[in-house]
């Protein structure tokens, strides 16, 4: 079969390419579940496996797709799931919400740093209830306990906080 | 599943790194700023570690030898965000040179062009005047790939759990007397072509060096010609091979025992991960003549092991009985420490100890005979019993004249006498009773805890609960008159009222106008407006500490 004289490179690795990309897979494979230090891991081998089989250069935003499909495929294969609710999401919802909020390539800090401002300006009582489940992972009963809170009143005080979070969030793009 | 929802997972992600940096930059809690400071103190070394094993790589990898403690290798000091320091080095001279040149930590080297032909000098640690051997470079990877793999949770090259601040502090490489040795277990992730990591798998110990030897012989067969580990030149520990003298000894096997006969030179030993070693029968007389420090699992802990160290180690200062993952004074089930499953640890060998200065024994069952034998020991200068029941109260704690620091933390079975005993501790400067707060305890027990004239730090926390108070007036009338006899102490500087949910603002305001309290802990205090409080507090004494817990 006749090559296309037109079909583009493969894509190789070099210092800037990594410069450019890492930072997204590492906040995608956060996204979808991964903690820190898998996530760093699974950076370093979606790197190994781009050198191994070097996808079409087809653009950046194009790799970065690629790149963003192979974490989330070794992501699977390591853990078997993804963040509580992401599983039934299709692969095109979880890219487009991620390149919404955090560009093409998944560097851009805009987002983080509107949650942080954000973060900033919620009570004292919302940000220890956000530390204890996103910082020391408790359940919502360890939650409850320590919050003299029921548990019911956990998840609706973490749906609350959560949604003036995002409508924040949003405005502070937005604007 | 909906658009929103995934957004709000994107969101919950965000949070998380947004908290993550948070929690880094601003450690809030008395023990996270000593987590902190620790971490920060260790910084140097996991750099050093991490330094150093960049580019070596060890030639071993049985399932004789246990694995050690884990080094994840940490974003920081594994990751090169840039690819800095990316080569594909020729020749090891090469790659030395750049190892030098650059941040270790941070380097990235393409060994397919190192494969071929290059040999690596191969020695035996400790022991200069040994052999060096060449060994090619392709024979050195496969054994060093096995050394990597050796936890199941490996792949790629990457051990996935522990943590930096799990390492001792050690790196030392030892060879016994010829048939002993402990040794630093290092790896190079590599898949193939890249070194894509690298970090300390552990220390690890065999008692049979010849058979050792012969795994390593049968693996590089036929140019391993004699005994021996190797690591590439210009590593930082090179310059100290002394023995080993701090260890620990991660999954101990039962049949590696043996290899506890050339530890006689170490000073400290954690064994709490090691459950093959918490049987009397392991430890021979005079075996671990200077040890000073040991810590075992303080649910495995029992008379018969006791006995055995008293006779194998009788120079140790510092025993500590505690559960795994316990790295403080103050424990809490939490932490890994469960009272369902307490301990009769029969404290009768501990009278073997006379000089004693530091003693834990958490998460155990004290008796009158248990705590008799405790207070006998004059020179304890620091002692923990949290997480005890305590059958007969605390005892004549009164005797132990140089104790300064008592941790009663999550206890069971402290009675009002107690505190008076307490409070005669002459040298007593800390007391920790979070937690530990019970029907059977009145407000005669702070009171009688201000007679003490040494007594400077103290932890109520989780004491002043809504259910165990009048929430009308915050401190029922006899409470507040024993917090406030409490507080003309003029010895009592730190006090931390964590998770109090009955602190009031008016408590919170006789706290701050009496006394001489220089460091206030609050957190967790129900309907308390922390920011209120805290104001209140640093109006009244502007030179004051508030710790948000």
């Known amino acids: 079969m006749p090559q ?13 390419f990594a410069r450019r990309h890492r930072v997204g897979v590492f906040r995608f494979l956060r996204f979808l579940g991964a903690s820190p230090d898998l996530a760093d891991d699974l950076c370093q081998e979606v790197f190994l496996v781009m050198v191994r089989q070097p996808p079409e250069d087809r653009g950046d935003a194009a790799v970065a797709g690629w790149l963003r499909r192979t974490a989330k495929h070794l992501l699977v294969s390591r853990l078997r799931t993804l ?3 992401l599983e039934q999401a299709s692969d095109a919802d979880l890219d487009a919400v991620f390149v919404r909020y955090a560009g093409p390539l998944g560097d851009d800090g805009s987002y983080l740093d509107a949650l942080s401002d954000c973060v900033e300006r919620l009570d004292v009582r919302a940000k220890r ?12 009963t360890e939650i409850a306990d320590r919050l003299r809170l029921e548990v019911e009143g956990v998840k609706s005080s973490l749906r609350r906080t959560k949604a003036k979070l995002r409508a924040c969030v949003e405005r502070r793009l937005s604007s | 599943m909906s658009r929103t929802e995934v957004e709000m997972a994107f969101l919950e992600s965000a949070l998380e790194q947004v908290l993550e940096s948070r929690a880094a930059d601003v450690p809030r809690s008395d023990d996270r700023r000593r987590n902190a400071s620790s971490r920060r103190a260790f910084a140097p070394i996991a750099a050093a570690l991490a330094v150093a094993v960049v580019g070596a790589i060890w030639a071993l990898g049985t399932d004789e ?5 884990h080094a994840s290798p940490g974003s920081e000091q594994t990751f090169d965000p840039d690819f800095k320091s990316l080569v594909s080095p020729s020749s090891l001279d090469e790659l030395r040179a750049f190892l030098q040149r650059v941040d270790r930590a941070q380097a990235r080297v393409n060994l397919a062009r190192l494969r071929e032909g290059v040999t690596v000098p191969l020695r035996v640690v400790g022991e200069p005047d040994a052999p060096v051997l060449e060994l090619p470079w392709s024979t ?7 050394a990597a793999f050796v936890d199941d949770d490996a792949s790629q090259g990457y051990v996935a759990d522990g943590s930096h601040q799990d390492l001792p502090n050690r790196v030392e490489f030892a060879l016994g007397d010829g048939r002993y040795f402990a040794l630093d277990v290092v790896f190079v992730a590599s898949s193939g072509q890249w070194i894509i990591g690298s970090g300390r798998v552990g220390m690890r110990f065999a008692h049979d060096l010849d058979a050792w030897l012969a795994r390593i012989h049968a693996a590089a067969e036929p140019l391993a010609r004699s005994k021996g580990v190797f690591h590439p030149a210009m590593l930082p520990f090179e310059a100290s091979t002394n023995l080993p003298t701090s260890l620990r000894l991660h999954e101990f096997a039962r049949s590696d025992l043996s290899a506890l006969g050339s530890l006689a030179s170490a000073t400290r030993l954690d064994l709490r991960y090691s459950p093959g070693l918490h049987d009397g029968s392991v430890v021979r007389a005079g075996e671990l003549a200077s ?7 303080a649910h495995r802990t029992h008379g018969d092991l006791l006995r055995a160290v008293a006779d194998a180690a009788p120079r140790l200062t510092t025993l500590l009985l505690l559960p795994r993952d316990q790295a403080y004074w103050s424990v809490s089930a939490s932490g890994g420490g469960s009272r369902e499953t307490r301990t009769e640890f029969e404290l009768d060998a501990l009278s073997r100890w006379p000089g004693l200065q530091h003693l834990a024994t958490t998460f155990g ?15 304890l200068r620091t002692w923990s019993a949290s997480g005890c029941r305590l059958r007969d109260g605390i005892g004549r704690v009164e005797r132990l004249a140089s104790l300064e620091e008592l941790y009663l933390q999550d206890c069971e079975g402290l009675r009002d006498r107690d505190f008076a005993a307490i ?14 707060r019970n029907a059977a305890i009145s407000a005669e027990s702070v009171r009688a805890l201000a007679a003490s004239e040494s007594l400077h730090r103290l932890d109520l926390s989780g004491w002043f609960r809504r259910e165990a108070a009048d929430q009308a007036s915050a401190w029922p009338p006899a409470w507040r008159g024993a917090i406030e006899s409490l507080l003309g102490s003029s010895s009592l500087r730190w006090l931390a009222l964590v998770g109090c949910d009955a602190l009031t603002l008016d408590d919170v305001r006789l706290v701050a106008a009496t006394g001489s309290l220089d460091v206030v802990v609050l957190g967790d205090n129900g309907p308390l407006d922390i920011d209120v409080a805290s104001s209140v507090l640093l109006d009244a004494r502007p030179g004051m500490t508030v710790i948000i817990d």
């Open chain 1, 83 to 85: 963040r509580r609710g």
């Open chain 2, 291 to 297: 040890l000073r420090e040991l810590k075992l699992d």
């Open chain 2, 140 to 146: 050195v990877e496969r054994e060093a790939l096995l």
């Open chain 2, 65 to 69: 030898f246990p694995a050690g403690e």
């Open chain 2, 365 to 379: 069952e004290l008796d009158a005979k248990d705590l008799s034998v405790v207070c006998g020991l004059r020179e």
């Open chain 1, 129 to 140: 209830l956000l530390h204890l489940r996103y910082t020391e992972n408790r359940s919502r």
């Open chain 2, 423 to 436: 409070a005669k501790c002459a040298s007593l400067q800390r007391l920790d009773l979070a937690g530990s």
């Open chain 1, 4 to 16: 296309n004289a037109s079909s583009p490179s493969t894509v190789t690795l070099s210092d800037d």
